[in-house]
């Protein structure tokens, strides 16, 4: 029995139902497939804020506190070597490690490496504080310097695993990167809280919470997208090291600018070394020993970060309505005020006056920063761009930190710990803040007069200048 021919519109109709159904199915395929992958890039971006919580964590329980301990075992007058030492570390440390990380060493292993290390050597810091009858300089000061030293690089490989992870995820850095960089400072908090509310502040345990969250970090760090290495990788030793942007020094406007760091960067760790120690030595005082402040010193000072975070929220603004230069006078004048308040507050009735010091801090620290940073990024090439970064990181965080701090430790010994009574070493304290914020306010009128904020180079000389450099023509 033959077949009946189908009609061509019933066959028209069934092919577009088959197709309807195939194309339901490819569009419920696809669905799944997008959810996965935004499910994938939101677990990676969770990872990554983890990751940079360990990192932070791991500064957070020693930086602020430290002081306190050394002055409680009786180091008081050795306290700027062991935040000067961070600063000279940061000189050559970074560069080396990043140049391994890049040709030889994978950026996540090296990153797990240096967290091993760096916590292998704090532990053995806290287990001497902890089984000696007298701490002495030498020994504690060695063990602490081998473990920042392998600490800081680790700073700029976390910042290296989260770019290539978000990266080879097609995520945007720029957008993507800032929310994660947040829970450093966060992680950064909660180990100063962690301190404090455990009572470590004075005690080598606070080493101890430093190396078990670099132990963590140093296994958490290997789970860590796979970041290639270029073994093939062209260009000189003084390249990889950023040497070449010392050649900006021929150039007038950006040596003014590289020293203003400089003397800028002197003030960034002063109340790092000797904040926590200056408010709890109001214990010592009958009037102020009770006070919540003064048992509570680290929990204080964190409004100090948590300012630091929401004030980046207004650079964008700031920038626009006062200009770079603007912003860079409101920080340096942000400073004046830091120091002025530490100095004119207590624990007591004088406490918003040391709130208000941890609310400019915020200021003071990232409108310099960030702000230095984009005039760098203006003002230079592309090819010199990342190496002029790193000599404006040398001049503020590794040589202004380092002579701040030793400075400040030199103004402090004579003012403060070569007193006899806690009265005494009270007002020491007042004449050390009103010294600091007085040099802080010397280096802003200095800089209104001399430095020129210019988006470009301003004359055929300076822009032949930069050139060179980049060609490596120039002689330093």
């Not at 060695?142 to 290296?160: D, E, H, K, Q, R």
Request: glycine share 8%; hydrophobic share 50%; proline share 3%.
């Amino acid at each position: 029995m033959r077949k009946q021919p189908v009609s061509p519109r019933l066959s028209s109709a069934r092919r577009i139902r088959v197709e309807s159904r195939e194309l339901k199915k490819s569009f419920k395929s696809y669905n799944i497939k997008i959810k996965k992958n935004v499910s994938t890039k939101r677990v990676l971006q969770v990872r990554l804020a983890a990751l940079s919580f360990l990192e932070f964590g791991v500064w957070g329980a020693y930086l602020i506190s430290l002081g306190n301990y050394l002055g409680s075992v009786g180091l008081a007058t050795h306290i700027g070597w062991f935040y000067a030492v961070q600063g000279i570390v940061s000189l050559f440390m970074p560069a080396v490690v990043g140049i391994i990380a890049d040709r030889w060493i994978q950026a996540q292993r090296m990153l797990s490496l240096c967290h091993l290390l760096a916590g292998l050597f704090m532990a053995a810091a806290a287990v001497y504080a902890l089984t000696v009858p007298v701490v002495e300089f030498g020994p504690l000061f060695t063990l602490y310097t081998f473990s920042v030293a392998f600490f800081m690089p680790t700073i700029g490989l976390n910042n290296s695993v989260a770019f290539n992870a978000l990266s080879r995820a097609g995520l945007d850095t720029i957008t993507c990167f800032p929310p994660i960089r947040v829970f450093g400072t966060v992680g950064f908090i909660c180990s100063m809280l962690f301190v404090n509310f455990t009572q470590f502040q004075t005690n080598p345990y606070q080493l101890v919470t430093s190396a078990v969250l670099s132990f963590c970090m140093a296994a958490y760090a290997l789970t860590m997208p796979q970041c290639p290495v270029d073994k093939k990788a062209s260009g000189s030793l003084a390249d990889s090291l950023g040497l070449k942007a010392f050649g900006l020094f021929k150039v007038k406007r950006m040596a003014i600018f590289f020293i203003f760091s400089m003397c800028l960067g002197v003030s960034l760790q002063i109340t790092n070394s000797y904040g926590n120690i200056f408010i709890t030595s109001f214990s010592d005082i009958a009037s102020f020993a009770d006070t919540w402040g003064a048992r509570n010193a680290n929990a204080l000072i964190s409004l100090s970060q948590i300012s630091e975070t929401l004030c980046i929220l207004l650079i964008p603004f700031c920038l626009k309505r006062f200009g770079i230069k603007g912003v860079m006078l409101m920080s340096m004048f942000a400073w004046v005020l830091r120091f002025a308040f530490f100095g004119m507050g207590d624990t007591g009735g004088g406490l918003w006056l040391l709130v208000l010091s941890c609310i400019v801090y915020g200021v003071a620290f990232d409108f310099f920063n960030v702000s230095g940073g984009l005039y760098v990024d203006q003002q230079t090439t592309k090819d010199l761009r990342s190496s002029a970064q790193g000599l404006f990181m040398i001049m503020t965080n590794g040589i202004g930190a380092t002579v701040g701090t030793l400075a400040a430790q030199a103004i402090v010994n004579h003012y403060v710990f070569s007193q006899t009574t806690p009265e005494a070493q009270h007002a020491g304290w007042t004449t050390s803040w009103y010294i600091f914020a007085a040099y802080s306010l010397v280096i802003a009128v200095l800089f209104i007069f001399l430095f020129k904020d210019t988006q470009t180079p301003t004359n055929d000389e300076e822009a032949r200048l930069i050139k060179e450099i980049e060609d490596n023509k120039a002689v330093v």
